[in-house]
């Protein structure tokens, strides 16, 4: 499916290049480095970009390189680890938004066009239909109720735009998961829009009750919930959780699937203390957990 050439170009001058610098020492460096490309998508004419929170999170400086002209320096306005959006805002005029569309109605089958960009003056375009709406559940701790899987590929790294064939933005390129299928994850913009004031005005969604974090990558087997990391100086690590650790129980209760730890977890605010069961080398070991905020570890220096 070919997208038509004016519409395409039209896109491309509405999404833009990201370079992030972050500082050795904080807490994303170890994980994602302390340099990161990324892509965002201008949503208004006085600066702001939408992009996702990996891409700008810890900056120490962040530069947004567009179609046509020099780089400009950014600032980070909001990040939101539980949507997995993030939000920078550049001091320019003459910007082209693209115009946000709402989602609700969309459905499988539907043609998108995903453009995102691979270097300062570089786009690449990906056309596909939407294959899936719906729960997305991944191993950072992290659950979108609503998220959108295109078969258009992501171009690039993460932030561009899926827009549909009006020229509407749908959502946020959030993942490749080429590993899966010739696929993406995409974020609605109705994670923005349902906060934008919250997210511009404060930086995160205070009306949203925090959520305990723990810190762990984990992996559902048939036998359980696995750690297959933990974040360096997280929550889970400083309890003594590690690698390899079967999750068996959460406050005393049964841990029967990724999703159900998540939905216990989220139970809880940071700074409660937490009961968790793990086997390890055949032994039942328990540890109480601090649950931890994920947006004060990760916070800016």
Do not use: C
Not at 17 to 29: E, I, M
């Amino acid at each position: 499916m070919d997208a038509p050439v004016p519409l395409v170009k039209f896109l491309l001058e509405s999404v833009v290049n990201l370079y992030t610098t972050v500082p050795r020492d904080h807490p994303s460096a170890r994980i994602l480095g302390d340099e990161r490309m990324g892509s965002g998508v201008v949503i208004d004419d006085a600066g702001l970009i939408l992009t996702v929170n990996y891409v700008v999170m810890g900056a120490q400086t962040v530069q947004v390189s567009f179609l046509k002209g020099r780089r400009t320096k950014a600032e980070v306005v909001a990040l939101d680890f539980e949507t997995g959006l993030g939000l920078v805002r550049v001091k320019r005029t003459g910007l082209r938004p693209a115009k946000l569309t709402e989602t609700d109605r969309l459905e499988r089958g539907t043609p998108v066009i995903s453009v995102g960009a691979t270097a300062a003056q570089e786009r690449r375009v990906g056309t596909g239909v939407v294959t899936y709406i719906g729960e997305f559940e991944a191993y950072w701790e992290y659950l979108l109720e609503r998220g959108i899987v295109s078969s258009a590929a992501q171009p690039g790294y993460g932030g561009g735009g899926l827009f549909d064939m009006k020229g509407r933005l749908l959502g946020i390129l959030y993942l490749s998961l080429s590993e899966v299928a010739r696929s993406s994850l995409v974020i609605p913009v109705e994670s923005f829009q349902s906060h934008a004031q919250e997210l511009v005005r404060y930086g995160r969604v205070v009306s949203r009750p925090p959520r305990a974090w723990l810190g762990v990558f984990a992996h559902a087997l048939e036998e359980g919930v696995i750690v297959a990391g933990v974040v360096p100086g997280g929550p889970g690590e400083v309890a003594g959780i590690r690698e390899g650790d079967l999750i068996v129980s959460f406050d005393a209760e049964e841990v029967s699937s990724r999703r159900d730890l998540y939905m216990r977890l989220w139970r809880h605010e940071p700074g409660e203390r937490l009961q968790i069961e793990v086997m390890r080398e055949k032994k039942l070991r328990r540890f109480e957990v601090t649950g931890g905020d994920r947006a004060e570890f990760f916070k800016q220096k």
